[in-house]
């Protein structure tokens, strides 16, 4: 099997051409850096099979982060008989530095313009034949979104594979400085003498003005966030309750079968009233809301608009010492903070890439939005409809870009101390504004994320079901372990503004933070399982009759903001640190902070 790898400045749509050749549903970010691993691939023709390599994108084959440095390496070892690198039309010149530099070691190269109707709407054209006589290779202009040119794009780089000359010999100063500065002049020669501009209009430019200006960027980000966030509870609601209704018939059924099999009592309990609800309760509270948020948030992405965010929010992580990337991972965690930590990838720096994997737990995940939610909606919005939703979205609003700003002071603490240094310099580029492929997004955000991430919270509440059974069933002198263990730990809590139970259920709730005010119920109710209420005003009352006041609700909500990360996060800090040491540190410095905190604003509430 010959191999086909393609190679490329970030952006510029490797990954859609990689999509477009091999039929994967490779991940396609419109941002910087997004793809980090090699990803491998077949393609097809008669009774050959080519194996396609989407390498990570890089700038040139001087290598500074970890995605350059697998991307020199792999040009540099001569496994692929061919290499199709590919251009942004619209920025040929940076682009074509790359280019130069991989024929300097192999001549087996197709050059492929892509983005070719971005340049058409920019009034931007390239003489392509041109371009193929002064680079001496084969030059295919695409638009790999509409897979126009891939045919001959692949037809090119097969008789390319197929004839392959032997390997340039790669001179010693084949990186030096002074030969990097003769690629950039050259650069620059060919990419003028191959290019024509006509009069365009630039809506896109005019459209970063306002977007990434200092009087508008933020407002619009908050205003963006607030709609997302609108959105996303206005319609969670009602699937949430065909799910919830659906597992309590699926727990009725079970029951039934089993009972009637004659099984032991105690294990159709812990099966009915442990396994299944438990996980009920996650699927039918995290599903809906994760299927709205995630394509929302592609769609941003898709757009265009994440790399904006990190530009507006650059200047803020300098002076934290930290990498404006960290914006990207803050915005992956929404969704989920284990995702956000597997996405700090990106950043270059190790140290910059701790912190911001530490830090990722201050912005809320879809599991913990439940908890938010539900009190701000109890506590502080007093109207239903239409304004109960719209203030319920604007208060929890408030609340994300409170963990925002707590992100920052942590970040500039741990830049000043244990993990000392200066920001890094990175490249940050603004691709344009493209019309979202909807049916792509639908697809990416159900299956790679919403999917990956609920049956990942799934996996770890399915043995949480049977510790909290066990829990709430086994009973030491007429008490039950819950009301032992929530009653001996309830004179801390209520320090910080919590009581004994509260705080247990964020302890069992680890695994999966949904389940976190099921277990409060099922305390308070003195269940033998799981409970559900019917509204929220009944859940209102429950509580109230509990003892919880509006400093109880704040200080939960606080808690729910800054606290450890649930076991999925923790494993996937392991995964990426390979340290115990920082695994260790992503679970006790959010818990600090958020005990001094809970402490702090529950003694100032009782003083007023």
Known sequence: ?????????????????????????????????????????????????????????????????????????????????????????????????????????????????NLIDEAKKKKINIDTKKLSELLSVPVVPCSARSKQGIDELITTAINCCENAHEMTHQSSDTNSDTNIEEIVNRAEFIAKSVTSYGKAYSGGEKADRIITSRRFGYPIMIALLALVLYITISFANYPSEF?????????????????SISLPHWLVDIVTNGIIRVTGWVISVMLPPMAIFFPLFTILEDAGYLPRIAFNLDNSFKRCCACGKQALTMCMGFGCNAVGVTGCRIIDSKRERLIAAITNVFVPCNGRFPILISIISMFFVLSGGFLGSFISALLLTVVIISGIAITFFVS???????????????????????????????????????????????????????????????????????????????????AI????????????????????????????????????LESLESLKTLLVSNGWTYITA?????????????????????????????TFASFIIPTVVGLIVCFIVTNILRIF
């Open 243 to 259: 799910l919830s209704e659906l597992f309590s018939k699926l727990e009725v059924c079970s029951y039934n079968a089993m009972t």
């Open 412 to 494: 500039r603490i741990l830049s000043k101390t244990v993990l000392k240094g200066v920001p890094s310099s990175f490249t940050l580029e603004l691709p344009p504004y493209r019309m979202p492929q909807f049916g792509k997004v639908i697809v990416r955000s159900l299956l790679d994320r919403t999917l990956f991430v609920l049956l990942r919270a799934v996996a770890v509440a399915l043995p949480a079901s049977i510790v909290i059974w066990v829990m709430a069933n086994v009973s030491i002198d007429g008490n039950t372990l819950l009301y032992i263990c929530s009653n001996a730990i309830d004179p801390f809590a209520r």
């Open 1 to 113: 099997m010959k191999t086909i790898a393609l190679a490329g400045n970030p952006n510029v749509g490797k990954s859609t051409v990689f999509n477009a050749l091999t039929g994967l549903k490779q991940h396609t970010g419109n941002w910087t850096g997004k793809t980090v691993e090699v990803a491998f691939g077949e393609y097809k023709k008669g009774n050959s099979i080519y194996k396609i390599v989407d390498l990570p994108g890089t700038y040139s084959l001087v290598s500074h982060s970890d995605e350059e440095v697998i991307a020199e390496k792999f040009i540099k070892s001569g496994e692929a008989q061919s290499i199709i690198v590919i251009c942004d039309a619209t920025a040929l010149e940076r682009n074509l530095i790359l280019a130069l530099q991989i024929l300097e070691i192999n001549k087996n190269v197709v050059l492929c313009v």
């Open 497 to 532: 503004g919590l009581d004994g139970v509260i705080l247990l259920a964020f302890i069992l709730g680890s695994p999966a933070n949904e389940i976190v005010f099921p277990l409060i119920i099922m305390a308070y109710s003195q269940g033998n399982g799981i409970m559900e």
């Open 554 to 582: 704040i200080s939960t909500m606080l808690f729910a903001l800054m606290h450890w990360p649930c076991t999925t996060t923790l494993i996937t800090t392991y995964k990426e640190t390979k340290s115990v040491k920082w």
